[in-house]
């Protein structure tokens, strides 16, 4: 490999792992306040060996590796976890371990080379050059075979982009990528085809080859896959450990184990001492174990198979025996007692792992990587992007049609409320469009971030800042559209001054109903809830907005909510600077007054406000940046 790394060994003890007790449980019997997951797992996984957790399901094999790994987000774990001899500290921890989780999680506007390069750029040491980064990434494509379709877009699941078997072995490379000593894999098979789950099996033997400590959970393997893996950590249904240890040529260690273990008495004592192999163990300790029958294995039966099934709960309730409980007195337990212990003290010379930072790039770093792939998420997203400009577009040029030249022929009543309405209508309308049409994109990124965040790649700042950044553009092209189509269509004043503040509104209008939405997609979880929530504060906003009811005619006890409606700043901010300081005559309301008379004793807008509404406008942009920072750093809805 291009970059060195220390090869670590895992080894715990004696790890229990509780969950408070779902309510629906309690009335079935299970402990009214703690429901135990995992019960006094021992063992240990080394480098150079393939290991595989299995277990029916519900035995604890996802649960396990999730404590091992760190990733657990509630519950309470006991035991004793200790890296390289060394008590186990998450935050060094996942600085040398990498995650592949089931399901695959990816931007899909990224390449499958930019995906592995983005990783690389933020999970490897800051003191790795350039050149020497991009070599690293060329060398894992090719490990991984992914270097023939490293320019293809990894795309949706199920849809465009690459196959299932290809975003597996790119979830591997995203990992593998960041040169960890420890890779836990959550099935990485699971979904496959025979041939595709064979290639990613040849995959991860050749991670296991550069003496990596590699763990896999395993769901009912083919014979192929099952035999590749080395060791077995085997699970029963309620977090016991039933075998633990090597599987040996063609899974004989394993067979051996269950059949000769559990052999009937009847010809215990003729195989005993006719067996060479049996003679080596003590008689004691078989002859506790053989207490009745276990079906052997039949001639070309899939091992994994076999297992799952003698040891399955209606296996162990028809031999009436406990597969934990002989587990545990069983001299296997107590070789893996001793290798645990010893392993549990650091090998002479060596050193705990240490790193002076948190994160292995600086925050400007992570800043620049976060924006370059936000860039790229953006860029070839059209349907996102243009899409909205074209609704802008679409819109605008319907209202200018309507207003067609009425900007400043106003002479009455009717042209302006005209003005008035069409003005708030058009805000609102290509306003919460953005803030709509941002509730997706976000909502799907989110799995991406966590699965980001969790790997120590970036703060939540670096990420939070560049989806903020990346959005002003894009937004300012669309205010510039907005402005150049509507403003000499509806006619109103030409003067830099009022063509300023018009474009500066709208502006900020269309940049706090987007950062809107994101917060609203960053406070909720799921793209569902995000919908109904932003929905209420469309109707808040409108209701309060000074249209409907103009703020001297809100009760005293409202007001406030007109004082806090964004969209009443933005209302008052084209009206004003395009109105505020006119002083033509009008008869409106059987009134005889100067429009902007008007405007300040009915709607309260005063011209010399405008600096205050700039201000605002602008601070509510910020605020709402801000809000969905702090979200994104304290809120997690990954339950695990």
């Known amino acids: ?102 399901s695959d999680i990816h931007s899909p506007q990224l390449t499958v080379e930019e995906s592995v390069a983005y990783s690389a750029w933020l999970r490897l040491s800051s003191q790795i050059d350039r050149n020497t980064r991009a070599e690293f990434v060329k060398e894992v494509l090719q490990m991984i075979e992914l270097d023939e379709i490293k320019d293809e877009l990894v795309g949706i699941p199920g849809g465009s982009g690459i196959s299932t078997e290809q975003r597996k072995r790119l979830t591997i490379a995203v990992e593998l990528v960041s040169n960890p000593s420890v890779i836990f894999m959550d099935e990485p098979t699971s979904g496959l085809d025979a041939r595709a789950a064979a290639i990613v099996m040849r ?64 010809n215990f004592m003729n195989i005993y001492f006719h067996m060479p192999i049996l003679s080596t163990l003590p008689f004691t300790s078989l002859w506790l174990q053989g207490i009745s029958g276990v079906p052997k294995i039949k001639d070309n039966y899939n091992p994994a198979t076999w297992m799952l099934e003698v040891t399955s709960p209606s296996a162990e309730a028809k031999l009436a025996i406990d597969f934990a409980q002989l587990y545990r007195e069983s001299d296997l337990c107590q070789k893996n007692n001793d290798l645990v212990r010893e392993l549990s003290f650091p090998v002479e010379g060596s050193k705990e792992l240490n790193f002076p930072t948190r994160f292995p790039q600086n925050g400007w770093e992570q800043f620049k990587a976060c924006l370059w792939k936000r860039h790229l998420s953006y860029w070839r997203n059209p349907k996102y992007n243009l899409g909205r400009l074209l609704i802008t577009a679409a819109s605008s040029l319907i209202f200018g049609a309507l207003l067609w030249q009425k900007g400043q022929k106003i002479n009455g009543e009717q042209e302006f409320f005209s003005i008035l309405g069409s003005i708030f209508i058009l805000q609102q309308c290509i306003g919460i469009g953005n803030s709509s049409s941002v509730l997706p994109f976000v909502a ?89 929530l932003s929905s209420f504060c469309y109707t808040m906003l409108n209701l309060f907005s000074g249209f409907l009811i103009p703020q001297p005619n809100i009760p005293k006890w409202w007001v406030w909510g007109y004082w806090i409606s964004p969209l009443s700043w933005s209302l008052k901010g084209i009206l004003t600077s395009q109105y505020g300081d006119l002083n033509k005559e009008i008869v409106l309301r059987g009134e005889e007054k100067t429009i902007s008379a008007f405007l300040g004793s009915i709607y309260g807008y005063k011209y010399d406000d405008l600096g205050i509404v700039g201000i605002v406008l602008l601070a509510y942009s910020l605020v709402f940046a801000f809000a969905f920072a702090l979200a994104t750093e304290k809120l997690n809805f990954q339950r695990r």
């Open 203 to 266: 995959v991860v033997k050749n991670i296991v080859s550069t003496r990596r400590t590699v763990v896999c959970t395993i769901h009912q393997p083919s014979i192929d896959i099952f035999e590749a893996f080395d060791e077995l950590l085997l699970m029963k249904r309620g977090g016991q450990v039933i075998y633990c240890g090597e599987l040996g040529q063609d899974s004989s260690k394993l067979i051996q184990y269950f059949e000769v273990s559990y052999m009937t008495t009847d």
């Open 444 to 532: 799907s990124e989110r799995n991406v971030v966590y699965r980001e965040r969790f790997a120590g790649m970036y703060s939540s700042w670096a990420y939070s800042l560049s989806q903020v950044i990346i959005e002003l553009p894009y937004i300012f092209l669309q205010a510039v559209l907005f402005s150049t189509i509507t403003y000499p269509t509806i006619g109103f004043h030409w003067s830099l001054y009022k063509v300023f503040w018009y474009v500066y509104a709208m502006f900020c209008t269309l940049l706090y109903f987007t950062y809107f939405g994101i917060l609203v997609a960053s406070v909720t979880p799921t793209f569902q809830v995000a919908s109904v």
């Open 1 to 102: 490999m291009v970059l060195p790394f220390e090869p670590i060994t895992i080894s715990f003890e004696k790890v229990k792992y509780y969950i408070d007790t779902p309510q629906k449980l309690r009335g079935q019997g299970f402990p009214p306040n703690r429901l135990q997951l995992l019960q006094d797992i021992t063992g240990a996984f080394r480098p150079g060996i393939l290991t595989a957790l299995m277990g029916v399901s519900g035995a604890g094999k996802t649960t396990l590796m999730d404590v091992l790994s760190g990733r657990k987000t509630g519950g309470i774990i006991e035991g004793d976890i200790r890296i390289g001899g060394y008590p186990k500290v998450q935050e060094t921890y996942a600085r040398i371990s990498g995650y592949c989780e089931q």
